[in-house]
């Protein structure tokens, strides 16, 4: 049973890893190299289809409060976690009613469907249910001349059907690409026409132990998605790791418009690791900030792996990078992402995406517990202290956890990087995201406390 068809399965009390299996089904041939799942959904703690339901009113306000309680004690039932999701990422807002989503999903859809429409003009294959399985001719908007082994990979399926009929563009969705000039138009056009090979390579590469995968339609879909969001951000393109991003969201969210704008609020939350310049990576301010938290909660495990010429701590560089996708399996990977999510979640967080210049300053004002409940344990605790720094995120933190964790073996046996990359890379498989969030909250709290002292 694939994803599709367990979507509609009921919550049993007694769900465990057989149900798992129906939701994100691994391949045969596969089953004995993937990690281990340990999440398992629990009836009284996982947020439940029935319990996500209750917390709606008759016209559609989210009490997110209630949502966020069950969600940080035992994650989501993956038959609802797509549009949990959307929610946790700021894709709507729980204060609007179901008339406004469904006004704000249609008017997203149309301009998914216009942006579609733009690289389809350049790229035909775009939305054809295909990848592109050869370097594109920069010049043309054809695929280059294939080698015969590339072409063995070519699927023969020409005739696979695209897309449903999408609405056209609305002119009241905010426009991402700017009135260019020729030249820089023309400049766009070829570096995105050359990243779309790199995508292709990347999307078969990721995931790919799921059955979901197989299906070429559903390959397709994750590289028109990738495709698109590289030609509508002009900043960031597409750098790899993003399919690592995109690919839960992908199998959660069917329509292929919806999958779009989730991932693209998931990028705001971790774009910036992905911005890198000839001189720097993107990910090296959360790196630096994760040194400051270890040099600050574990001077002596700091200094050793500052003797080790580890001081700039690039050994995380993956970690947070992908959000630990590759540290737990891919189960585990979707419950810690979304225990991280509710942890960090901020009313405001659909303000601030749709209005940007929104800011916390007068709600800090009249802060009181009724509306402390609607933010995350791990932004609470920020906006109780006036932390504002957008790099020491949670991920930071549950970097900080996980040293902590190893920190008898790092001390004992990492004579060089070499070691501390070997003792973390034998982590994956055996991390508890539960327990690894609740000691990165912890050192949160330790270190704010430690920041308040310096500051008196």
Not at 19 to 42: G, H, M, S
Not at 245 to 255: D, H, K, Q, V, Y
Not at 300 to 316: N, R, S, V
């Amino acid at each position: 049973m694939g994803i599709k068809s367990a979507m509609a399965g009921p919550f049993m009390k007694n769900s465990g890893a057989t149900e798992l299996d129906d939701f994100y089904e691994i391949r045969q041939e596969c089953q004995a190299d993937v990690p281990k799942t340990r999440f398992k959904p629990r009836a009284g703690k996982t947020l439940s289809a029935r319990k996500w339901k209750t917390a709606f009113s008759p016209d559609g306000h989210l009490d997110m409060a209630k949502v966020l309680r069950r969600i940080q004690r035992g994650g989501v039932h993956p038959s609802i976690k797509g549009e949990v999701w959307e929610f946790l990422l700021g894709c709507f807002d729980p204060n609007s009613t179901y008339e406004d989503r469904n006004r704000l999903r249609e008017l997203r859809r149309e301009q998914y469907a216009s942006w579609k429409s733009e690289c389809q003009k350049l790229v035909p294959i775009i939305g054809k249910g295909r990848i592109m399985m050869t370097p594109l001719a920069v010049e043309s908007s054809q695929p280059a001349e294939k080698s015969s082994s590339q072409s063995a990979e070519q699927s023969s399926n020409d005739d696979a059907p695209e897309d449903g009929a999408e609405p056209s563009s609305s002119d009241d969705t905010p426009e991402v690409t700017p009135q260019i000039d020729a030249e820089a138009q023309e400049k766009k056009v070829k570096e995105w026409k050359q990243i779309l090979y790199q995508i292709s390579l990347d999307v078969l590469r990721t995931d790919r132990s799921l059955v979901f995968y197989e299906s070429e339609i559903n390959q397709s879909k994750l590289w028109d998605i990738l495709a698109i969001y590289a030609w509508v951000d002009d900043d960031i393109g597409y750098v790899q790791g993003m399919s690592d991003i995109c690919s839960p969201i992908a199998i959660l969210l069917e329509n292929e418009a919806d999958a779009f704008w989730c991932f693209e609020r998931a990028m705001r939350k971790v774009r910036d690791n992905f911005k890198c310049t000839t001189n720097s990576m993107g990910v090296q301010q959360q790196l630096s900030t994760l040194s400051e938290i270890m040099k600050a909660v574990d001077p002596k495990l700091h200094q050793h792996l500052e003797d080790l010429d580890g001081g700039q701590y690039l050994f995380a560089f993956r970690m947070l990078m992908v959000i630990f996708r590759r540290e737990f399996s891919f189960v585990d990977s979707l419950f810690l992402w979304e225990l991280m999510w509710a942890m960090e979640y901020n009313p405001n967080i659909f303000a601030y995406y749709e209005c940007p210049n929104t800011t916390d300053k007068s709600i800090v004002a009249k802060m009181d517990e009724k509306l402390l409940k609607q933010y995350g344990k791990f932004e609470r605790a920020n906006v109780k202290t006036g932390m504002v720094d957008s790099q020491s995120a949670l991920a930071v933190f549950l970097a900080a956890s996980v040293l902590e964790a190893k920190n008898k073996r790092l001390m004992k046996e990492a004579k060089g990087l070499d070691d501390v990359a070997k003792i973390l890379g034998d982590l994956t498989g055996s991390l508890d995201a539960k327990k690894a969030c609740e000691e990165a909250l912890k050192l949160q709290k330790k270190y704010l406390k430690m920041k308040k002292l310096e500051g008196t």
